[in-house]
């Protein structure tokens, strides 16, 4: 996982059309990985993938606590649940784990 750099407002990326995914390609699951560091690096609760130059139409969004596990990536519109398990090395708890009293 690596930490992209944020576009920052005014860039002409992020008032651009987004284009479609059209084919999940080996390289999409990286780009998740990258965009959830990415976002928790600055201390996010969601990313868009135009934020970080790319005019695509994916985002990535943490709507709880980051123990909890519950990532969402929306692709085109759509919204599903990211089923990826969180490390011990990173801090976080995967969802069916007990937090520590």
Do not use: N, W, Y
């Amino acid at each position: 996982m690596a930490v992209r750099e944020i576009v920052m407002f005014g860039d002409p990326i992020l008032r651009r059309k987004a284009k479609r995914i059209h084919h999940f390609d080996p390289a999409l699951p990286r780009l998740v990985a990258d965009m959830f560091a990415t976002m928790h690096a600055a201390r996010g609760i969601g990313l868009a993938a135009p934020q970080i130059g790319l005019s695509i139409r994916l985002l990535v969004i943490e709507l709880d606590d980051a123990a909890t596990g519950r990532r969402h990536v929306c692709k085109d519109g759509r919204c599903r649940k990211h089923h990826e398990r969180p490390t011990r090395e990173t801090g976080r708890k995967a969802p069916d784990e007990k937090p520590d009293k």
